[in-house]
């Protein structure tokens, strides 16, 4: 008894050992390092964000011009990164769970094009696909003034593609209430023939009125609201107008101007990142489905069920559960690796950020440190998000 | 006669059944394999056409790549220069000697017997390191000393790679071991070490080696470039390693320690004899996909400025002389990457399933 | 875990070992960690060469020739100063910086001397911790176009696509000169001057916009230079010149002394030439500068020959500039502001004495 106190004060002591030694260590560094900015007179905090930015970022998705402050561009920065992460991982989940499947479709051809692909697109470096992609993207497409079209509002050209955007004008705010106001009214109604249909369902086991015959009465309480909104949007579409005006892309001296430009670099990152990304996909979804034994298959055959159905219903859901975590890891490398962005001048967090403010600034430190905590912050969102939908997955089973 | 019309038809019924089992064997597989023909026709002449029919092999300037296809006089010409990068010519033998002595090392674990191994796998995995720097950085046995600026190429990549691996290995076995301990701040520290290291990417780790890093040095303390690097590479890799091996350790079943434990055997004996013996054995392949992993991310150091095998291509491919050949290039990298994964991703492969066949008659079912 | 009790003892050999290995690190750190800054120019001695920060590719400047050895302006530089050091001008390692590393690498002493087109400005001098020695080469941002977009001022490039460098002065004075003049502009930034090239060759961008001496410098590895004409507009103030780390007041003497001896050299008209002749010098002001007078050297920590040995392997600012950026090399760019002062340019040293 007295053995096991003494060795667990031991344990505990020791740990205490290692957290100051740990401690120690990082008060030395960090004491050094406020010794080494002192000395070499480098401004220190963060009161840099607060600064004027004055240069110009090509692509943002909030409004950004070059008297926002360093803060702002953090921002700006953020977005795009998020907008690359989130376009890879829809984009790489659909290629890589087609090529998943192919990989094991009985036709020869999809099969080993499927295999051929996984091998060579693992197996070389992201960088490298990048730079290629980029070059590919680039090259074929023609200069701004043989820019290739559709109907002279979307256009194509080495700029960027260039669509259409929709801009407020006088008749928006009329149509914002309008619309705003009828839409209330259709839940109010919807919320109260729920309530209806509950407790009439409960009334209904107990008088013997069929459940189909409410369903029938809401079904055609809906499709009367759903009549009556699009009455109310022609008479105003006749009466006040277009709610919004669009804003075409127009030819300048240069370019294009108006509308939205999706730039070059944009479309290469995730092409990239989505074509590397489901080469790995791919491979997870292969084996997660060979995962699921062979019965089940059989089950599914026996039963009827035609081979897409017994995939989307019987083999998927099975092979979800395996699936699940190493796709999770997949979707945190696409992020991560969306920081390459700054080889092509993509400007997402680490290209404008950690590149051009922190060399505006000169604050490496707390740049670097605020860089690392977004992306350490995005992982562990990503892993939370992916374990919640693990977890209603499985309670749905 | 009969016999000659036999042996042709009974392959083309043979054909016919196999393209009907494999291409035609429903209306939607019909469709699918048809559209895949047309993409192949589509894609792959012209392919064919730029990397060999068009393409110019012989020669000696850029002004003699006339054709349309690719230029490979490019390549051949910094071939030296894509291996060896700015290492000085007349010590590249250095190189080529210690790759020489590595393949011999393996060499004799694979021709010695068992009862030598045990004395000889050792010294020659302590020995190789210090050869090899001695061969590549010199100041030894009068070799001369090639600063680590001039190191560059495929040669700096392997090197990158390699030593953070072999360097991660025994902090990612401590981190595993440290997750996996009953000492809940040990186990907390770990933990919060590997997966602060997983959820950043390489590239800040690496800007951080490079110019942030030496902030919270001392000054007159000047650590190598290429030191800090490799240094922050094995942190990066070992996080992800850890992972791999704690893998493995819990794949262990619980009644091997228990033995041990019912044997006498101390903590330290368990492990060294019992668990990581057992545990290393079935993350080889996880190991080696890690290693995969890590050979292609040394591409990005080109960012932080040093000349691994893709920066040198890139850096050739803006001589002035040799404009607008950046594509093949990046192909030949791409190439040289491919064939190093992708023997490695077999060599993994091959382990797993040798490690199951291995596995399958032993394990019982529980 | 029935095996979680007698397990525990021996794990704490692990704790105890790691304390153990902590206690000793600890120690040694201690005992190196106290904050000493020691002299750069001890250390450039102690190490035996000299750390110089120069540009990734910049033909004229600094470039990597194909057998790994750099040449250029700014690497002249550094050779001065290792020459004045050690009278050895191969005692230099160069450091490629892009321009998003230079300062960081500067204020973390991974380079003694950041000699890498850098632009002298107030708020670099003052929150970035260091210090500019000098001016090396007045300069100033212009616009490179294609000649068949028929553009011919920087005033009609409204709406135009620009391609540069991140982390340089050159965003923040594009940004300022369109809005200053009401246009719109698209920045395109890249790390390095090769991939903007790059860009700009396949298309990306309508205009490159770096320092004149950059657009000179990056014109001549263009497919066909005389498809491009460089705008007449420069649109900012560009002193370039090598930058050191603050605190060290001493190294800061040696960077900018070295800087003005290649100026003074061409203003005594002491060429490397006239160095070889071995005639002893007669008028004082040479002899001063040559160090057979007077000990300028010695209080800079240095020999009191160290100029006459930077001259003689190098040769005076002049000559520097003519091999090459002026007559002798490609670029050929006229010296106009970088002329000495007596010969109406901006380049003045002040007096050895």
Redesign the interface.
Known sequence: ML??QT??L??WL??????I??I??CW??????L???A?????TGLDFLDNNA?????FSLIDYN?SDSYGRVFFVGLLNTLLVAGLGIVFSTILGFLLGIARL??????RN?ASAYI??F???????HL??WY?AV??PLP?PKQSLHVADALFLN??GLYIPTLIDNANTTIWQYTIGISLIIIMLFLISANKRKSSATSSAKSSNISDNKISEKTNTKKGTLLLLFICVCTLLSIFVGSPYDLNTPVF????F?GGTVII??LIALVLALSLYTAAYIAEIVRAGIESVPNGQKEAANSLGLSPSDSLRFVIIPQALRLIIPPLTNQY?NLT??S??A????Y?DL???F???V?????Q??EI?GI??LV??SI??AISLIMSLYEKKSRWNQ | MSKAINTTIIPLKYCIQWMYKNLFSSPIDCVITLSLCLFITWFFPPLLDWFILQATFIGEGSEQCTNDGACWIFVREFLPQFIFGFYPEESRWRLVTAVIIAILFIGIQIVFKKKYLKILTPTLIASYPIIAFILLYGGAFGLDIIETHQWGGLFLTLVIAIVGIAGAFPLGVALALGRQSNLPIIRAFCRLFIELWRGVPLITVLFMASVMLPLFLPQGLDIDKLLRVLICIMLFASAYLAEVIRGGIQSIPSGQQEAATALGLSYWHTTRYIILPQALQHVIPGIVNTFIGLFKDTTLVLIVGLFDFLGIVQAAATNPKWLGHAIEGYIFAAFVFWCFCFSMSRFSRHLEQRSHLKAKPTTHPT | MTSAQPLASPRINLTHRLTKTTSVVLLLLSSTLSHVYASTLGDIKEKGYVTCGVSQSLPGFSYIEKDGKWSGLDVDFCKALATGIFNDSAKVRYSPLSAKERFTALQSGEIDVLSRNTTWTASRDTSLGVHFAGVMYYDGQGFMVRKDLGVNSALELDGATLCTNTGTTTELNMSDYFRANNMQYKPVVFEKYDEVLAAYEAGRCDVLSTDQSGLFSQRIRLKDANAHKILPEIISKEPLGPAVRQGDDQWFNIVKWTLYALLEAEELNITKKSLMLKKLPTKPKERRFLGYDGNIGENLGLSNAWARQIIQTLGNYGEIYEKNIGKHSRLNIPRNHNNLWTQGGLHYAPPFR
Request: net charge positive.
């Open positions: 053995i096991k060795t667990k031991r344990a020791y740990q205490a050992l290692f957290i030694g740990i120690g260590i030395l560094l960090i004491d050094t390092l010794g080494n900015l000395h070499q007179g480098i401004v004055g240069f110009g970022v090509i070059e479709s009985h036709n020869f051809l999809a094009i091998g060579l693992r197996n070389v470096p992201l960088l490298l730079f290629f070059f680039l090259q200069g080495n700029r300048g001296r240069f370019n101007s070059p670099e945190l991560k690796n920081s390459l700054a080889a092509i001048a400007p680490v290209s404008i950690a590149g051009t922190l060399n505006q600034t000169g490496a430190v670097i860089t690392m992306y350490l992982s562990i």
